[in-house]
């Protein structure tokens, strides 16, 4: 009888070729952020919840995967309790840990525990996967990785000139056309204490943040219903009309000034003005978009926030971050700033597949696939395929000896292998191989030393 299997919703089984080409966005990550100087760190999948709630605003907490306490969980809920099925009380008794939410909360924790073991500013890089209880849908998953980079111990606007270096750095790489959205939460402080609302700033960032999925009038609809005036409703409407234009940075600079009337909203608009002239002058190529609706949800921002999307391509941000300021404060060791930013592997994936970016030579492992005759010529093979081995070729060869010269090539095509190596008796007798390309057809006679030497093998 057929057993109906399944995985969880939002989580996928990633085939060969798909982790080759994961791989490859991977080694590009790895290689800009190793040069300028990012050091690889890895926290635990799973932390204790203390660590985790409180950090993300109340919708992040609601997307928080808790796992149940060992044992029997149930033994520090009392009778009472369970018929009441309060289930954040309930949730709080059974469950004493969670799976991580982000890397930006752990990392903080790690940098708490390990302070006398790092050198500051500390510059790390951390690639590894993240769970989010979130409604699945194309670009959202329930389990994806990211890729995270961030630098804490100084408080210097270089540190986000950096990021946007790495962005550029990044993409040209992958050969994608981006933008780079850039805000500051005490600009949007600011924006706050205009509407006369300083008290509800994650409400307000929290609705703005949608107005890429919503629109003006589902956040508009949205203040509303968290009781926002009809004047503070009304002083937002042309900000967020203005917004929606094509404006130069210069304009949004030059309207936003305008309109702030706090030290803080000031100060946010002196830092925007300081990294947008650091990128300029540093030649960072990439478009710069300063946009005062950019909010980014995660209440733990402090400063620069930055988003970054794939121009031409229907998706949303593919990297985004900021700097935060009072992160490990809320771990026992206050006064130390931060930013950071987090790739979107998944994303960029996705946005690479439908643009069809992926280089050929990523769906392919293997290099060289000797064909298997049989016995005599099995073990002629194998001293050339160790080799191969050794100078670092990838090389292979098919395992049962004698099967059908169709069935070996058959193996070779589905797994995009460039080159076969056909040797038979004769080939042995001269002391030359058959090499084919398998994409163009071509087969010729070469030496056993120009195989290990051929730039086509070797490139």
Known sequence: MAVNISIPKGTRDFLP??????????????????????????????EDLSTLLGKYGEEGDKLLFRILNSGDFLGKVTEEEFKLKNLNKLASLICEKGLRYDLTVPFARFVVMHRNELTFPFKRYQIQPVWRADRPQKGRYREFYQCDVDVVGSDSLLNELELLQIIEDVFIRLKLDVTIILNNRKILHGIATYLDCADKLTDITVAIDKLDKIGQEGVLKELNEKGFSSEMINKLIPILEFSSKQNTNEEVIGFTRNILID????????????????????????????????????SYYTGTILEVKANNVEMGSICGGGRYDNLTGIFGMPGVSGVGMSFGADRIYDVLESLGKFPEEVNSSTKVLFVNFGATEEKYCLQILRKLHTKGISAEIFPDAGAKMKKQMGYADAKKIPYVVIVGENEIKSGKLSLKNMQTGEQKEITVEELLTSNLITQ
């Open 17 to 46: 070729v798909t982790m080759q080409r994961r791989n490859y966005i991977f080694s590009i990550l790895r290689d800009v952020f190793c040069l300028h100087g990012y050091q690889p760190i890895e926290t635990p999948a799973m």
């Open 263 to 298: 030290e803080i909203g000031k100060k946010g608009i002196e830092e925007m003005d300081i990294v947008l002239n650091y990128a300029k002058e540093s030649g960072v190529s990439s478009k710069i978009k300063f946009d005062i609706s950019l909010a980014r949800g995660l």
